[in-house]
């Protein structure tokens, strides 16, 4: 059973500012994740990496708090070992096997190479990629690297996973198969993902937050998001209109 205090939340951020010289990247943002998917929308540039990279410990916050597990995110230790990451473009060994590729990330995640071993066929199987697990990486198509990657980043079992946009890139089939993985694993796990596909905002999602230049346009339950499109159920064009306004809903 995974350990977590009922009621709070499992990740926050709160009123964290990020500044790159004279870009603010994140403007005093506050967002906060429990179990289930919460999805992270958002423009080109909108701060959505910078969160994840905050909620990591990869980047500190000129102000505000980041707390991930009730602690503070930290590069290395144990907390790390309780999170998952896959990065919007996962860089995989292209000569490891499959199966030592994932089995490796497990073993730098903390576990012994006999334990990492037998997770890494475990989150292989997550991902319906067993039967590559001989193959080199590089001999595996995009869509197979993905859920690769999608293992390695699951191998120890995180209670916290954080996707950068996990579905760029894939073919509609590929994509319903990593909606899937990322819906069965959030059963049991707090998952947020950055994407541009309202789709599978809708077909995934628990909680949707809209960020817009370093600020929340909007935050709430995936049918309160869907609301937004109203009768016309044109959700591109409600989601657009939130950045006409300059106040989150
Ligand atoms: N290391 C950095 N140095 C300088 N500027 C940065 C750095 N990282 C991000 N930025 C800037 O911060 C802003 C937010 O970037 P971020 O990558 O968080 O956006 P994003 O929402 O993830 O975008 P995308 O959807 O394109 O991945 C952008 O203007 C980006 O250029």
């Given at each position: 059973m995974r350990s977590r205090v009922v009621g709070s939340p499992v990740f926050a951020a709160r009123n964290v500012t990020v500044r790159f010289g004279r870009l603010?990247?994140?403007?005093?943002i506050s967002v906060t994740g429990s179990p289930g998917v919460t999805v992270l929308l958002g423009p080109n540039g909108a701060g959505k990496s910078t969160l994840v990279a905050c909620l990591l410990g990869d980047q500190v916050p000129d102000s505000g708090e980041v707390e991930v597990l009730g602690g503070r995110p930290a590069k290395r230790g144990s907390p790390q070992r309780r999170i998952g990451w896959l990065p919007q473009d996962p860089q995989l060994p292209q000569r490891f096997r499959v199966a030592e590729m994932v089995t490796y990330a497990g073993w730098l995640k903390g576990l012994d190479w006999s334990d990492a071993r037998t997770a890494g066929i475990a989150a292989l199987e997550r991902v319906d990629l067993v039967d590559r697990s001989a193959s080199l990486v590089k001999e595996l198509s995009g869509g197979m690297r993905r859920r690769a990657a999608i293992a390695a980043a699951t191998v120890h079992e995180p209670e916290v996973l954080l996707l950068d946009?996990?579905?760029?890139?894939?073919?509609p089939q590929q994509r319903i198969a990593v909606r899937d993985v990322i819906a069965r694993y959030a059963d049991t796990a707090t998952v947020l993902m950055c994407t541009h596909i309202l789709q599978d905002v809708v077909a995934v999602a628990n909680r949707v937050v809209v960020v817009d230049h370093g600020v929340v346009r909007f935050d709430g339950a995936t049918e309160a998001f869907t609301a937004l499109?109203?009768?016309?159920?044109d959700l591109e064009a409600a989601y657009l209109s939130l950045f006409d306004v300059r106040t989150s809903a």
């Open positions: 603010v990247a994140l403007d005093g946009e996990p579905m760029a890139g894939l073919d499109s109203g009768r016309t159920g």
